[in-house]
């Protein structure tokens, strides 16, 4: 439901292969957060954002740093799929 309970699930120890998240979620913890978390996980746990902002009002607002996987909506499902093999691939 938003990014309090994902962080949550995550320190009681979910096991997760890849974080999907929008940019903006509701609730104290933010997406960059979830990020943090998963970079320092061992091994890194991938994560996928998703906005309706275009990277360059994203980046501009430092809420990204240039090398984050970003999923523009609108989006169908073989965009999502495409995005999704290619994060996971590294």
Do not use: C
């Not at 609730?27 to 990020?35: A, Q």
């Not at 430092?62 to 799929?81: C, E, F, I, N, V």
Request: aromatic share 6%; charged share 20%.
């Amino acid at each position: 439901p938003n990014a309090d309970v994902a962080m949550k699930w995550l320190l009681e120890g979910a096991s997760v292969d890849l974080i999907f998240t929008d940019v903006v979620m509701p609730g104290l913890i933010k997406s960059s957060d979830l990020e943090a978390w998963a970079k320092v996980q061992t091994p890194p746990v991938p994560v996928l954002f998703t906005s309706g902002y275009t990277r360059d009002i994203i980046s501009r607002n430092h809420q990204l740093s240039p090398d984050t996987h970003l999923l523009s909506k609108p989006y169908g499902p073989d965009a999502l799929t495409q995005m999704v093999r290619a994060v996971l691939n590294g």
